[in-house]
């Protein structure tokens, strides 16, 4: 025998249609967007705060789980998600094996091929109008607006272009 609805055990709601109808479509799809404009709200409303700029929220300068223990206003967990919150995110990042188990992908069986470098200090003084701005910024200062912690441009086979921020290294993992 084939059910059109089911009934949740001990509940006073309704039977949930196995197809919904197009009205009750209709409906979740309004209740949904009401709560994503409600979340909105909330949203911009938590975002009046200026927060910090790149700068300010440099994981080093903060002192995030440094020194052996870490002073408890500064340490780190994922336990109680501390590690996954701004700004100390920016530390996280370019630590998450030392929170989570992670796996190391392979390269493949080849050595490693090295790269060239012809750095060109330029780029750092290229302007731009970002998206949905009235005026330029260079690209040097973009990185850092951008919470950028590390970048490598490569053209025609060469590095010309690397920059580290915060507490990512050439050496570090991301």
């Known amino acids: 025998m084939c059910q059109s609805s089911v009934m949740p055990s001990n509940s006073f709601l309704p039977p949930i249609q196995a ?4 009205a009750r479509q209709r ?9 994503l404009g409600v979340f909105t709200l909330a949203a911009s409303a938590q975002t009046a705060v200026q927060p ?15 020194g052996f223990p870490p002073p408890a206003d500064k ?22 094996r030392e929170f989570l188990p992670t796996v190391e992908v392979s390269r493949g069986l080849g050595a490693a091929s090295s790269l060239s470098y012809r750095l060109d200090p330029a780029i750092d003084a290229l302007s731009f109008v970002p998206t949905g701005a009235a005026k330029s910024m260079q690209w040097g200062a973009s990185l850092l607006q951008n919470y950028t912690d590390g970048i490598v441009v490569l053209h025609r086979g060469e590095v010309v272009y690397e920059r580290y921020f915060g507490a990512l290294t050439p050496e570090g993992q991301h």
């Not at 340490?75 to 998450?96: I, K, T």
Request: proline share 6%; aromatic share 10%.
């Open 52 to 66: 910090l700029s790149a700068s300010d929220s440099d994981p080093i300068k903060l002192g995030w789980m440094q």
């Open 27 to 35: 409906l979740l799809s309004g209740l949904l967007l009401a709560g």
């Open 75 to 96: 340490r780190l967990s994922a336990a109680d998600g501390s590690f996954f919150q701004f700004p100390a995110l920016r530390y996280s990042v370019a630590h998450m």
């Open 19 to 22: 197809k919904p109808t197009l």
